[in-house]
């Protein structure tokens, strides 16, 4: 789909399901038995929202909202989310270009552990990042004693750990569209007397567009929710560390209106995000 | 980008089983038609002389340029050969307009954007796509988006053009067109610009190439002018391309003795030794089939090369039905007719109530049969 418009008409065999699908078409496919599952599957994810919503006072939520403690919590999950997918598209996209590239046993290395951070529980994460960069560990060690600096609960403690959490989100996106089609574009590139360099701007990133807005809003989404390594690397110090999700975990133990009220404002955080930039795979079949 | 001369290739290379072994040369302004069946290297062929695979032997030479010198590792990228490359699927650039696809190749070397634009409009012009400068690609038909790549890949005026079956993913309309459009390009007698084209349509071949090889199973088996090679076929395959039926043998004095022993005669010879290994040429449209029972009236008759056969499956082919001929299932004795194709009036197989599995009589006048030397491998 990414790009290769140019070789329609190659399989036959395609063409009987490039009918336009209307309300009309039978969907021949899926058995009636599956909709139960799917149904409580639905559910599952969407009556807990539903929950939040019969318990939130909504008279008070402006007031709730335009807390001290919830604006700085705002403010600071917007800018370490932002500057953390920045990270990630910065030295995101060329790993993702290497490893689609990369071939062999090496390249199945790499891409193990460029996916550790996805299933590692993010409290791991975060302990393996302070044990890196505190004051013990090796690097955090060297940058104490060379530089003076100390990165463990700090802001850029913050965008350290949400950049390790989200970077696979990104990364994963763009080496599947890369993988997903071949070099031809590439190798016309070459042949037009484009080098490498030429290729990569002019050819690889216009194509990966696609792919690279939809692992960016990913990649925001997760790191506006990262909560396990921050606590852990960065702790919750209000203003400095305490991102909106650290804020809710506060709330909720003194003040579980406000909490409430959080939660909210990050759930329709998530739905513009989606509505904006609306991942390829939530479009459906065009 | 640079005055190109003439291509000179000899390429040496292994992919699993497979080895390739050619030597194909080009002189400055000329075509060159590649003909193989699939698998027989011709794709691999041309990734070695675009730069895009490295031959494990040989070198490949534009002009007075060494672009691959195995032996003195030379390998030239291919930003920097000077070869254009069109292929079955044109391979526009998605996100560009087809000026800026035309563009590209200018652009990548550095001309300036005017510049570059100039160059494309000129060659948008040449091949009547000008009109389409701000379409995207997605916007374009097959034909239209063939003719604005090959606009790219000569725009970029390389020394070399290599087109890999440039028609063959185009329908029966657009074909034809871009046929006569690469005509008009290819054979323009710019001595600056040589050409390589792989083709599965012996038509190509004959429009658009001057001279011809065919590979098979990774070597040259045959190669001359265009004409002269479909004309007088030495192997199954070129014979096959060419839409002509081949018998294999040996030359005997006005004929053919097959391998089973059937003589064929023919009414030329073209000056083959006798007992030389040879082959019988014969267009199908030459092949006259008769109802089976018939067989002896039709021995009795002035026909000698006469067999006995079964239909062994019919094609419409444009105004006459093809047949494909299988031997008898009696005996040997008619081995030769195995797998010829013969061309019949719709009219007469109704007639004749022609299907699969009925037995048949063929006859092909000596008058349609040429006997050449057969390729034995080593030439």
Request: hydrophobic share 50%; charged share 15%.
């Amino acid at each position: 789909m990414t790009g290769t418009g140019n070789n329609a008409g190659a399989t036959s065999a395609g063409s009987i399901r490039a009918g336009r699908t209307d309300d009309t078409t039978v969907a021949v496919g899926v058995p009636r038995l599956l909709r139960v599952p799917a149904a409580l599957a639905l559910a599952l994810v969407a009556l807990p929202i539903v929950g939040l919503l019969l318990r939130t006072e909504f008279t008070r939520l402006p007031e709730l909202l335009s807390s001290q403690a919830s604006l700085h919590a705002l403010r600071l999950s917007l800018t370490t989310a932002s500057l953390s997918t920045l990270a990630c598209i910065v030295l995101g996209v060329p790993l993702a270009v290497v490893l689609a590239r990369a071939a062999g046993n090496l390249g199945a290395l790499l891409r193990t552990i460029v996916l550790l951070p996805l299933v590692l529980p993010p409290v791991v994460g975060g302990l393996a990042l302070l044990y890196l960069l505190g004051v013990n560990g090796f690097l955090g060690y060297l940058l104490d004693v060379v530089a003076g600096a100390r990165v463990p609960f700090t802001t850029a403690a913050v965008v350290l750990a949400q950049t390790f959490v989200a970077m696979p989100f990104l990364v994963i996106s763009l080496e599947g569209s890369l993988r997903a089609r071949d070099e031809n574009y590439e190798r016309v590139a070459a042949t037009l007397g484009a080098r490498p360099w030429t290729v990569f701007t002019r050819v690889t990133c216009p194509l990966l567009l696609p792919a690279l807005v939809s692992g960016t809003v990913l990649c925001f989404a997760r790191a506006l929710g990262e909560f396990g390594a921050t606590i852990t690397f960065a702790g919750s110090l209000q203003g400095v560390t305490r991102t909106l999700p650290l804020e809710v975990y506060a709330q909720a133990e003194s003040d579980i209106d406000s909490a409430i009220a959080l939660s909210l404002l990050l759930i329709v955080i998530a739905i513009v995000v989606i509505g904006v930039a609306r991942p390829r795979s939530l479009r459906g079949r065009a | 980008m640079t005055p190109g001369g003439g291509l000179r290739a000899t390429v040496d290379i292994t992919r699993g089983d497979f080895r390739l072994r050619a030597d194909v040369g080009i002189p400055p302004g000329g075509v060159l038609a590649v003909l193989g069946p699939n698998g027989s290297g011709k794709s691999t062929l041309l990734e070695c002389i675009a730069g895009l695979r490295h031959p494990h032997g040989g070198s490949v030479s534009l002009g007075e340029r060494t672009l691959t010198d195995v032996a003195r590792g030379v390998h030239i990228p291919p930003h920097r050969r000077g070869v254009g490359v069109l292929g079955q699927a044109p391979l526009l650039f998605p996100h560009c307009t087809v000026q800026d696809n035309v563009a590209f190749g200018p652009r990548a070397r550095g001309a300036g954007r005017a510049a570059a634009r100039k160059v494309a409009r000129e060659w948008m012009e040449r091949l009547a796509v000008a009109e389409l400068a701000a379409h995207k690609p997605h916007q374009l038909s097959g034909g239209q988006a063939q003719r604005v790549a090959l606009a790219r890949t000569l725009a970029d005026e390389p020394g070399l053009v290599l087109l890999d079956e440039p028609l063959a993913a185009l329908d029966a309309d657009a074909g034809p067109a871009m046929r006569a459009v690469l005509g008009r390009v290819l054979r323009d007698g710019d001595p600056a610009r040589c050409g390589l084209l792989v083709t599965h349509d012996p038509l190509d071949a004959l429009t658009l190439a001057d001279s011809v090889i065919v590979l098979s199973g990774g070597a040259v088996v045959e190669q001359g002018a265009t004409r002269e090679v479909l004309a007088a076929p030495r192997t199954s395959f070129t014979a096959r391309i060419a839409g002509l039926n081949l018998v294999t043998g040996r030359a005997v004095a006005d004929g053919l003795r097959t391998v089973d022993g059937a003589v064929l005669s023919a009414a030329r010879c073209d000056g083959v030794r006798a007992g030389a290994p040879a082959v019988a040429v014969f267009p199908p449209g030459n092949v006259t089939v008769y109802p089976g029972h018939t067989a002896g009236v039709v021995r009795a008759g002035n026909h000698r090369n006469t067999g006995s056969a079964v239909v062994e499956s019919l094609e419409p082919h444009g105004p006459v039905v093809r047949l494909r001929i299988a031997a008898p299932r009696s005996g040997p004795e008619h081995g030769w007719v195995a797998g010829l194709t013969a061309d019949v009036a719709t009219a007469a197989v109704a007639e004749l109530g022609l299907e699969p599995g009925q037995e048949v009589e063929v006859a092909v006048p000596a008058e349609a049969i040429g006997v050449h030397e057969a390729f034995t491998g080593q030439s």
